[in-house]
């Protein structure tokens, strides 16, 4: 079958798919492709939203080629077509796209890895902080105090620090991203489709399903995990040289405002004064890491 010239390339997501309104992932995706253009890409994707968000081809499929991997072996997998690609001698850039379970938890083996062999392969993780497409169970990135389908009263476990584990590889790029800064993000989606090598980038992604958000605040909650500190925006090379992208302001209105948006938090035992010290501590590591290095 042709495709309409129309579905060509413009989309990676196109528009009919089964994600829910507010997605957090899909404006992820919308923005990644816009900021790569029309740089060829062969998309992994393990067992997740994203696996199930496509649908009749070629009106709502990816506007890319997809392989759906389980969640152990998203990175190898990768790892092969990059491979394949490079004797081939074919100009394809080949992306894990994955939630934070198959990143932070499930798929972490193969994902370490390809990075300490420093495979040519971006590997992006949406991260949600919950396993939405099964309805919203605890990940390890969920956030202290947040409730899930398994934990009602709220989680006592604090995030895990993916973004320690991943530059402890000492990979040649490694970024956290905003979707509530689009220019950072856009600079990061270019840098990291073109560099070699393997590279990370942590996407927050709210999910107003599992986060029981109103659909339209999703950008406002991006925007209040960054100033008030919950979410660093920050860049790392070579596992060393870490830099601070945005400064926060360390509100507690706004850290207040973003936990009283979410349902998630309503059961919560650990109330936002608890969580603040949890930030605290959070950016003692990050402005340790990154020294006087401050991009801001
Ligand atoms: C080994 C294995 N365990 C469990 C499942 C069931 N499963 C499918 S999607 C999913 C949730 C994935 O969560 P995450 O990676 O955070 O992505 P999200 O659903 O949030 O987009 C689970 C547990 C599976 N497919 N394979
Ligand atoms: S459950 Fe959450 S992550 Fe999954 S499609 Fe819906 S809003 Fe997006």
Known sequence: MNRPESYQNSHLLRPGNTNCGGCGMSIAFQMFKRSIGDTPVQLVLPACCAAVAAGGFPFS??????LLSTFASAASTATGMAQVARLNSEDIRVVCWAGDGGTYDIGMASLSGAAERNEDILF???????????????????????????????????????????????????????????????????????????RFLLILSPCPTGWKSDPSMTIELVRLAVRSGLFPVLEV?????????????????DLARYVSLQRRFKKSEIKPDEMGAEIDLKWKTVRMLAGCNTGV
Not at 136 to 164: C, F, V, W, Y
């Open 237 to 253: 090379e070579n596992g060393s040289r870490w830099t601070i992208n945005v400064e926060p302001d360390f509100s507690k209105d």
């Open 61 to 66: 499929a990816y506007g890319a080629p997809v």
């Open 124 to 198: 992006i993780c949406y991260d949600n902080e919950i396993y939405g497409n099964t309805g919203g169970q605890r990940s390890s990135a969920t956030p202290a105090g947040a409730g899930a389908t398994n934990i009602l009263k709220g989680k006592i476990e604090p995030k895990k620090d993916i973004m320690s584990i991943i530059a402890a590889h000492g990979i040649p790029y490694a970024a956290t991203v905003s979707l509530a800064d689009p220019d950072d993000a856009r600079r990061k989606f270019q840098r990291s489709i073109k560099e070699k090598g393997f």
